[in-house]
């Protein structure tokens, strides 16, 4: 087992091989690598934090489990993780829409107070909002592009499609969110 | 890296699809689309304005902190999964019923052993042949009452 210093120089390839032998430094230095930017890949997605926390630890469950079978892969781990990622808040919000009442659980945040009631019309719930009326494919799509700052090209291998298919979906997503996100602007200027 | 020559609509394209920020832009577009707008005679301000405004808006979408606890919590995970890892676990769980049964067959199967279990189950509890009705009052039983309620009436 090699300390914290000699891993971080390791590749994320490396790091899942070791995993696969049950190396849990190895496992350890995974997340820490990738924990900030897979919550704010899935809080983006998933739109929530307890539904991001949830999709996260999930993914990581899958990492150790599935990291002695994963050497034999031919996919670069990055694209590999966030795919799993992408393909549990894309499940997720395909089952919610199903779900009865009583499945919905506990609310995670207590009642909102007047002031937090009137922040719920501020500019990052309304954008938040936009972004989830997206489709499953142009939300990712920016998330994955805009926000994480992926290549089209490692884009398309995360969501197993061509370039051209990224782009245009990054372009739907643009001119739906412009679309949504101008009436709220009008709605402001209105008010104020 | 080949030059790439660009269109106006091609700009405009750029903007649209990947916003004002030319950080943001292909690589294999980003020096044609700057040296476009450079050397152009068009204007593309009204383009990269609106693409700003709505970048603007995107940026403004923030992720919170990550809370204390959460990567002690995803730290601890290897504990409470199981020993056998999952892809180990299924693969011979998926190999045993392939060889045990083809295709989808074993849920029929597993349906049809638990009808069997039940009812043997049902069928010791039922009366045999030589049960007496009498111990089983079976008349009283038919109308509803049973023998001490039959003497009270």
Partial sequence: ?192 | METVMLKDEDVIRVFEYFGADPRRWPDDRRSAALAHIAASTKSFDSWAREAARLDALLDSNLVPAIRPGLKARMLALPDQSSSTPLALHRDSTIRLRAALLPGRYWQAAAGLVVAAVLGFMTGIQLPQEGDSLEALDISAFMQGVTQDEEELL
């Fill in chain 1, 1 to 192: 087992m090699q300390d914290g210093h000699a891993l971080a120089s390791l590749s994320d390839e490396a790091l899942m091989e070791r995993v696969g032998r049950q190396d849990r430094t190895a496992y350890a230095a995974l997340v820490e690598r990738h924990l900030e930017h897979m919550i704010a890949v899935a809080f983006r997605m998933a739109g929530g934090r307890a539904e991001a926390e949830d999709i996260v630890q999930e993914a990581f469950l899958r990492l150790w489990r599935s990291a002695p079978a994963w050497q034999a892969r031919n996919a670069r781990f990055s694209t590999w993780f966030h795919r799993v990622v992408i393909n549990l808040c894309i499940d997720l919000s395909r089952k919610r829409k199903w779900l009865p009442l009583e499945a919905a659980g506990d609310i995670d945040d207590p009642a909102p107070s007047p002031e937090e009631k009137a922040e719920d019309h501020d500019m990052q719930s309304q954008i938040a909002d936009a972004l989830a009326s997206l489709p499953h494919q142009q939300r990712a799509a920016v998330t994955l592009c805009y926000y994480e700052g992926l290549s089209n090209r490692e884009a398309a291998d995360v969501l197993q499609t061509s370039v051209k298919a990224v782009e245009s979906l990054l372009v739907r997503a643009r001119r739906g969110l412009a679309e949504k996100l101008a009436s709220f602007r009008s709605e402001i200027c209105e008010t104020r």
